[in-house]
């Protein structure tokens, strides 16, 4: 990631961080609607519990996205135990097209072709990892 991309997911989630909790209930609703697999994941989960965790884990990566280095273990220990929890590599696909999605109606107009390939090479940069680690205990 190059630093104007950074400084654009830097700003645009301080721009969402006061709407946080409903960001987190649209990714959850396009998650569900997009991948039913997802949901049986979650059937037995506190789904507030789960938006707060989602909206602590985005801000820990936007707060740690200049140093990536830092980051990796930590996603990787975050895909370990999703695999744990039953996510498969498939489920990364369509948690990224939700994400996005999340962002995209949140932001408006703020959402341009720069601020999603930013979001997008975030979450590759991010998901790469976390998969892996997940991969490994498929």
Known sequence: MV??????VKSTWK???PM???VALCFYERLFEIDASAQALFKSSDLPEQRRKLVQALSLVVQGIDDFS?????VADLGRRHAQLGVTSSNFESVGAALLWAFERSLGSAW?????LAWTTAYALLAEPMEKAARTRE
């Open 3 to 8: 630093p104007f991309q950074k400084n654009l």
């Open 15 to 17: 721009m969402m961080a």
């Open 20 to 22: 946080a909790d409903e």
């Open 70 to 74: 830092t980051l990796a273990p930590v």
């Open 112 to 116: 341009d072709a720069d601020v999603k």
